[in-house]
């Protein structure tokens, strides 16, 4: 087994108009093959270090020849906010994305592509592999809040239920895997997602499973004993990266030797 480094790096995006940092873990390898990339989403009130900061990931993916981004999305959603206040989503696919293109060692987006998150960063993931399917071939959501297009109340990203219900439904992760299965198998997502037993979320997560079910949208579910915390997504990380990492091809690190 041989481990990795974890660096802080900052690029400029033109999304937010303001340079942002992010979280980068690179395998020490001795062979050149492009990286697949995993991108990793923290919750709402985190940031780009909590992954590595609050669970054991680095100790997780030393066995995987995988490259990880933590990108940071304060409060934002991942989406572009419907006054234009924020611009998350852009930000991500249209200025972050293109920079770790052009500076890492990374394969070529599609099936190589996996995106992962928690909480808001797991509708997040979600959310974005449904919206740019060419990009993301696999996403995975841990305790994902499926539900926040479907407030009741206004949102400071989402807006109006009523005034606002078109914007909404472009973001309403229902709606998107129905679109999806108007398009060809491959150029669909595959999804996980898994939630604690005892999370507040764990509803909105079954909710969003039983909808995937019901379409005929095929997917891995998964339930085991945890709260909203990080105890929960270090284990649930844990138990999902094998899956991730034969999903895009990701060879164990003796393999690249």
């Not at 873990?25 to 001795?30: A, E, G």
């Not at 909480?119 to 974005?128: E, F, I, N, T």
Request: hydrophobic share 35%; with cysteine; glycine share 10%.
């Amino acid at each position: 087994m041989s481990g990795g480094k974890v660096e802080e790096r900052t690029y400029y995006s033109q999304a937010l108009r303001r340079t942002q940092p992010y979280m980068v873990y690179l395998p020490v390898l001795d062979g050149n093959e492009p990286l697949p990339l995993l991108i990793l989403l923290h919750g709402r009130g985190g940031s780009h270090r909590d992954w590595f900061e609050q669970t054991r990931a680095l100790r997780y993916l030393a066995d995987y020849a995988l490259c990880v981004v933590c990108p940071q999305g304060d409060d934002g959603w991942y989406t572009d906010a419907y006054d234009g206040s924020g611009a998350y989503e852009s930000d991500l696919i249209s200025c972050l994305l293109p920079h770790l293109q052009a500076t890492l060692p990374i394969a070529l987006p599609g099936r190589a592509w996996a995106i992962e998150g928690l909480s808001m960063g797991g509708y997040g993931a979600v959310k974005l592999a449904l919206r740019h399917f060419k990009l993301f071939g696999t996403a995975v959501s841990h305790s994902g809040a499926f539900d926040v297009t479907q407030s009741a109340q206004p949102h400071p990203v989402f807006g109006d239920p009523k005034a606002d219900r078109g914007f909404r439904r472009q973001h309403n992760v229902y709606a998107l895997v129905e679109e999806a299965l108007c398009r060809y198998p491959y150029e669909r997502p595959v999804l996980w997602l898994d939630c604690g037993l005892q999370d507040e979320l764990l509803a909105s997560t079954r909710r969003f499973h039983n909808h995937l079910h019901f379409i005929g949208y095929g997917h891995e579910y998964e339930e085991q004993a945890g709260y909203h915390t990080w105890p929960y997504w270090d284990r649930a990380f844990r138990t999902a990266l094998p899956w991730v990492a034969r999903r895009v091809g990701a060879k164990s690190v003796g393999e690249t030797r």
